[in-house]
């Protein structure tokens, strides 16, 4: 029941989408911390939305909880309009893919069955069909290996397939987990800093992927800590300090607003880490 | 070239050449006698006349010689013009120092072991002749000279273009010569002339491999599918038919299937799955005892007699379902308390069987005593306790049940590969190589784990159905953790995730110790450091699959390299093999 009901935050942007994602109260408790606390989140469709927040401000955390590796404490993530499960093989089945601020590629697969993994889910070939080499494997192997193929080309690794993930220049094993996750046939695409540690040119290169990406029709969620490429990239921008949500706006409000300044450069009474 | 460099490469010449002059002494040394008597090994006290191991020791110096020659040469090769250019040019693909190391090593050790063996067999080392301390000192400058000597750059024989027919023709000479070396170590009596048997095959196949050549054969072997596997499921038939009726031999190359069969199901469960079960004997012994219970013998328990495909599957079955239950609720923890709970189920298995006596339990299988007498199977009246004479040649009773644990073991194999190479197989690596990963990306973690465990129970089930038959009695006793102990070994040792290593590694494992009951006191101690030094020098195993390989070796960038070079030919199943 994906009507277009709008979240009291809304802005202009995203006035008559539909809401895709929608993360209401998520917090995350490890012991007495709380790394997430009572965040909500509203993901409309097409839309590219920016995670920002100093170091240890419970972004990742908060990917963890949509996707469902962790179990949040209390609060629930609904996708287009039903509460998913916190098991991450449902949450990719409803069509949420993510990548890993520390790169989690298969070391020893090369990039092309890095990405057929990623088929995984939307293929459904058994034990059987694949001993007996029915045509059902046949066929599956088949579009599975051409749509493998066709996502490294997308991402700019047409030609690499053959090589082992392990052995790829770090700027193409972030493609890859790119592809990896576009694999699994996602609506919505989760990147965790997906240009940390980049030059100037490949930043630029993975912001014109981002959008090539939303071209196609997928939202975005994506958390970085390079400033000028988030307010280039974002529809709306969401800042998390302390596992809260400080502030939520455009790429132009959250911009001049102070009290990122502060959360970011610290005053005072925070130890934030300057450097982030 | 620089002074220094033209220097080195002057003093590896020197090296290169005192190895030749070894490998020459050890040839020299096999035309003088190396024992007074004549009991010792097969008769080594002639003069001039070499017996078949000298003779062997002959090949071995003569491969090292070409090795050592050809690195010698390669130079003055490249320097040279029109044929020899050529030959410069395919000599340089080889690993010849690499070939000559591994060859080094086998002479030392067939020396060391020729004198120990005559030592022993003719009490005291004052039995031994000139020709044997000679042919030690030979392979001990060999051996000493090669491994001076740097490896070089990794052999890469793949792309030298050749003709099928050329290739065809390789893998089928070598099978045939696997059959004949195989049918020539089994015929040896004498545990010293076997072991040196395989030590001198062990260094053939290590020369293979080092130079090079044996990538190329597998190459070729991956190019030929179909003839590779057709034509070693023929050498395997074919094997009962040298063995001119023997029924001791048969009787231990059908335990050695049955054993393979088993280790390669497990394989599937260790190797591609990469989950670590230290009780998968219980699945066996449940196959077994199923078949047992439902059999014609007198001590049967259960009377329902169902066609042995009925009871087979049955047995798969029931082995399948104890998985199941031993499966679901451990596999969603992680390795470690896996391999703990098989490990405690495998013990539970074998005491429930001793306990199903009548008196501590139903009396199901006669406990301790287990069920004796279990008659021969019979096909539509193919009595396989019959011996059969087909081409002038006695089958015998283990021939009968040899040829159907082929089928079994074909089947066995079939499910490896086919599952290896599919969607299931790559859900295997992921989940082997990063699980959390795997499972955000969409793997049925569980499901996956579940499958291997269960299947791969089904299996060793169905091999013990058979092995019921072939060992004539059940007894609990057999399916001890020692047992399941040496299952893991074969893969260890032989290689995780290859057909091809499990049934080396079964084979040795089950093979050797038959023939060398001598020393059936010692078994367990050197089995003990041959896993040592098999984890030190190569974990991943004699044949591993070379992805396991790159697991075992995370920082070795030569590996990547080499095994990135060979990728199109490694995992590609669809597209042919680029020219
Ligand atoms: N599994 C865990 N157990 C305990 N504490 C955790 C766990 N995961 C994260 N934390 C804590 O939660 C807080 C938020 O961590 P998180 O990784 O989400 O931060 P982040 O915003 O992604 O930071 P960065 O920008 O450095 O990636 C940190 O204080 C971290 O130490
Ligand atoms: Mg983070």
Redesign the interface.
């Known amino acids: 029941m994906s009507t277009a009901v709008l979240h009291p935050e809304t802005d202009g942007h995203a006035v008559g989408r539909e809401v895709m994602l929608r993360a209401d109260k998520v917090t995350m408790k490890f012991g007495g911390l709380t790394a997430v606390d009572s965040v909500d989140m509203t993901v409309h469709n097409g839309e590219i939305v920016g995670l920002i927040g100093p170091n240890g401000a419970g972004k990742t955390t908060f990917f963890n909880c949509l996707t469902g590796m962790y179990l949040p404490t209390s609060g629930q993530v609904t996708f287009n309009g039903s509460v998913l499960p916190p098991k991450p093989r449902e949450v990719v089945k409803a069509g949420m893919a993510r990548t890993f601020q520390n790169i989690r590629l298969f070391p020893n697969m090369t990039a092309l069955e890095n990405v057929m993994v990623g088929r995984y889910c939307r293929t459904s070939s058994g034990a059987f069909t694949s001993i007996i080499h029915g045509p059902k494997y046949r066929a599956e192997e088949i579009a599975t290996r051409e749509r493998a193929a066709e996502l490294l080309d997308f991402v700019g690794l047409g030609g690499e397939g053959g090589h082992l993930a392990r052995n790829m220049p770090y700027g193409n094993q972030r493609r890859l987990e790119i592809a990896r996750a576009l694999a699994t046939d996602p609506k919505l695409l989760l990147l965790d800093e997906p240009t940390a540690g980049m030059n100037p040119q490949e930043t630029k290169d993975a912001e014109e992927l981002i959008f090539r990406i939303r071209d196609t029709g997928l939202a975005i969620v994506v958390i970085e800590h390079d400033m000028k490429f988030i307010f280039n990239l974002c529809d709306r921008v969401l800042c998390l300090v302390r596992g809260k949500v400080l502030i939520e706006g455009t790429a132009g409000e959250v911009q001049s607003d102070p009290r990122v300044i502060e959360a970011y450069i610290g005053s005072p009474k925070t130890k934030e880490n300057p450097d982030a | 070239m620089t002074a220094s460099a033209t220097t080195r490469q002057r003093a590896y010449n020197v090296e290169r050449i005192v190895g030749l002059v070894g490998g020459l002494i050890f040839a020299v040394s096999a035309f003088f006698p190396w024992a007074y008597g004549h009991e010792a090994l097969d008769d080594m006290a002639y003069f001039g006349s070499p017996s078949p191991l000298q003779w062997f020791a002959v090949v071995m110096a003569l491969a090292l010689i070409n090795c050592l020659a050809a690195s010698l040469l390669e130079p003055t090769l490249n320097n040279s013009t029109g044929f020899l250019k050529l030959l410069g040019r395919i000599s340089k693909r080889f690993g010849w120092i690499r070939g000559a190391r591994a060859l080094a090593i086998g002479m030392l050790a067939y020396a060391v072991l020729a004198i120990l063996a005559v030592a022993l067999e003719l009490n005291g080392l004052v039995n031994l002749e000139m020709g044997a301390w000679v042919a030690l000192v030979g392979a001990g400058i060999a051996f000493g000279s090669s491994m001076m000597l740097p490896t070089g750059r990794a052999p890469f024989l793949e792309r030298i273009p050749s003709y099928p027919v050329l290739e065809i023709a390789t893998i089928a000479l070598l099978l045939m010569g696997m059959l004949f070396a195989s049918a020539y170590a089994l015929s040896q009596e004498d545990g010293g002339t076997f072991l040196m048997v395989l030590v001198f095959i062990g260094a053939l196949a290590g020369f293979a491999i080092g130079s090079g050549f044996g990538s190329w054969v597998a190459t070729a072997g991956r190019r030929h599918r179909t003839v590779l596997v057709s034509s070693a499921f023929l050498v395997a038939f074919l094997f009962p038919f040298t063995q001119n009726g023997s029924d001791a031999n048969m009787s231990i190359a059908t335990q050695v299937l049955i054993f393979a069969a088993t280790a390669v199901g497990l394989n599937i469960v260790v190797g591609l799955a990469g989950l670590l079960d230290l009780g998968y004997i219980a699945f066996l012994g449940a196959g077994a005892f199923t078949a047992a219970v439902l059999s014609e013998s007198a001590f049967a328990t259960i009377n329902w007699h169902p066609p042995f495909i009925v009871v087979m599957l049955l047995s798969g079955c029931i082995s399948a379902t104890l998985g199941l239950i031993i499966g679901s609720p451990t596999l969603r923890v992680s390795g470690d308390y896996l391999a703990i709970v098989t490990l405690a189920f495998g013990e539970i298995f074998r005491i429930t069987m001793n306990n199903l006596d009548g008196s501590s339990g139903p009396n199901l299988v006669h406990g301790s005593s287990g069920i004796p007498a279990i008659p021969n199977l019979n096909f539509f009246g193919f009595d396989f306790g019959q011996s059969h004479v087909v081409a002038g040649i006695e089958l015998g009773r283990f021939a009968n049940y040899f040829f159907l644990m082929l089928v079994i073991m074909s089947i066995i194999i079939?499910?490896f590969t086919?599952?290896n190479h599919?969607?299931?197989g790559?859900?295997w690596?992921?989940i082997r190589?990063?699980e959390?990963?795997?499972?955000?990306?969409?793997?049925?973690?569980f499901g996956l784990k579940l499958?291997a465990f269960a299947?791969g129970a089904f299996l060793a089930g169905f091999a013990g159905a058979v092995k019921a038959h072939v060992d004539v009695s059940v007894v609990p006793d057999q399916y001890v953790f020692l047992e399941s102990a040496f299952l893991l070994a074969a893969i260890v040792l032989g290689g995780m995730g290859t057909v091809m290593g499990v049934l080396l590694g079964a084979t040795l494992l089950k093979l050797v110790p038959e023939k060398l009951r001598f020393m059936s006191d010692y078994r367990m101690l050197i089995f003990g450091l041959l896993m040592v030094v098999m984890m030190r020098f190569r974990p991943e195993g004699i044949i591993p699959n070379q992805?396991r390989a790159?697991?075992f070796h995370v920082d070795d960038e030569e590996l990547?390299e080499d095994?990135?070079e060979r990728?199109?030919y490694e995992?590609v199943?669809?597209e042919e093999v680029p020219a």
């Open positions: 079939l499910v086919r599952l599919s969607r299931i790559r859900g690596v992921a190589e990063d959390r990963a795997a499972e955000a990306m969409g793997v049925n973690v499958l299947g992805r790159l697991e990547v095994v990135e990728l199109p995992f199943e669809f």
